[in-house]
């Protein structure tokens, strides 16, 4: 190293880094305190840090004195952790967006209840922003009610239930927006397990308003095409029976064959539009 430049060792560091610390120990005359990479004589790449202190002799620049603590397995080790935190933004951008691409609105929650996550389609289907949410109670948030409009109170939310039972559940809800307006819900709370204990729950909501809005105009319809349909059947039933009982006349054995078997018919039909009528009381 006598008789040699930092060249021999040194020289790997860009030229900006260069530029910076001879302005500062050669024309500021202050010293120079940083982080450089070098060379060993095998070739091996080494990291440390630098500190050079210019030499005055009455106000005079003479020399620098520098030294240097290899600090190369620290880099390695800040290396490897920036390269994990990338990795995992990289998966958090990934799961971010798998997430806001679901069509139904999902919301994580921690242990106590407070949501940590909210996927746009869940913002959209309340109607609110991610701020009347996150670090927030859903059920002290949104009002839920039964499908038959009676209000849920927070204790007996399936939400609640969930925390306590450590079983998925799913039931349908209304749930009454910020504007009083309401929407039905097709709600499933699974918890998150860990060790068997529950840190959290995953809640999926998908809006099922046109769903059952379409239900019960086909149950309408089969009930009215049912009641309809019973009162003319009736009739032809009972002008049937008075001809096949002799109200009309004397029949012959034909006749009476080809009668047995419309009214047979007849009643089978009134059978089934009661069985329609006996399905939509019982949906």
């Known amino acids: 190293m006598v008789g040699n430049t930092p060249r021999l060792w040194g020289g790997l560091m860009s030229h ?8 500062t ?44 603590e290899e600090i190369t397995q620290r880099v390695k080790f800040e290396n490897e952790i920036q390269q994990q935190k ?6 958090k951008k990934v799961s971010d967006a798998m997430l806001d691409s679901i069509g139904e609105g999902v919301i994580a929650h921690d242990q106590n209840g407070i949501v940590i996550e909210v996927n746009p389609t869940a913002l959209q ?8 949410l996150i670090g927030k109670s859903l ?50 709370n699974s918890p998150i397990l860990v060790d068997g204990t529950t840190i959290g729950v995953i809640q ?19 009930s009215l095409a049912s009641h309809q349909l019973r009162t003319p059947l009736s009739t032809i039933s009972w002008y049937l029976e008075m001809v096949l009982n002799g109200d009309a006349g004397p029949i012959n054995n034909e006749q009476e064959k080809f009668l047995k078997e419309a009214y047979q018919g007849s009643s ?13 009381r019982i949906e």
Not at 156 to 180: A, E
Not at 268 to 280: E, G, K
């Open 16 to 23: 900006d880094f260069y530029t910076k610390m001879w302005n």
């Open 25 to 68: 120990i050669k024309i500021e005359r202050k010293p120079f305190f940083g982080e450089i990479k070098n060379r060993k004589k095998n070739g091996e790449i080494y990291f440390a840090l630098g500190r050079i202190t210019p030499v005055l002799e009455e106000n005079q620049l003479v020399g620098f004195i520098a030294s240097e």
């Open 86 to 91: 990338e990795q995992l933004l990289t998966a």
């Open 125 to 132: 289907l309340f109607g609110l922003q991610q701020t009347d």
């Open 139 to 188: 059920v002290d948030v949104v009002a839920a009610e039964t499908e038959q409009g009676k209000p849920i109170s927070q204790e007996n939310r399936p939400l609640k239930l969930v925390s306590y039972t450590n079983k998925p559940q799913t039931d349908t809800l209304i749930y009454v927006r910020k504007d009083n307006s309401r929407f039905t819900a097709l709600v499933t």
């Open 204 to 222: 999926t909501i998908r809006d099922i308003t046109k769903e059952k809005k379409i239900d019960a105009m086909k149950t309408e319809f089969i």
């Open 268 to 280: 089978r039909m009134v059978a089934l539009v009661n069985a329609l009528l006996n399905v939509a």
